[in-house]
């Protein structure tokens, strides 16, 4: 049995390379960084549910949305979301109130 390196898709290799329009809520300044090559790595371990969450956010992107991403990107644009929104409102960001609620506070 030959294992190959799975190739890219038609939607990968063909996607647009104008940046998209801006959006029209202001509340998120940070963006996530766009797909390159990045030179630090951190390893993240998510249940099988997430994983599964975050494939089906992909595939919803792709199918929906016309915006072919990998999951990594998904990741850089979620945690730039949250990052803007802990900077822009500290003890009310979405963060802070879901940790304080999984700890019990």
């Given at each position: 049995m030959t294992r190959r390196a799975p190739l890219p898709g038609a939607a990968e290799l063909f996607r647009p390379t104008t940046p998209p329009k801006p959006e029209?809520?202001?509340?998120?300044v940070r963006?996530?960084?766009p797909r390159?090559?990045?030179?630090?790595k951190i390893t993240v371990y998510v249940s099988d549910e997430e994983l599964l969450a975050l494939e089906h956010a992909r595939l919803t992107l792709r199918a929906k949305h016309a915006l072919a991403?990998?999951?990594g990107r998904v990741v850089r644009e979620a945690i730039a979301v949250l990052l803007a929104d802990l900077e822009e409102y500290g003890e009310e960001s979405l963060l802070v109130r879901?940790?304080?609620q999984e700890n019990g506070q």
């Open positions: 029209t809520r202001p509340e998120v963006g996530g960084s390159q090559k990045h030179d630090t991403v990998d999951r879901r940790l304080r």
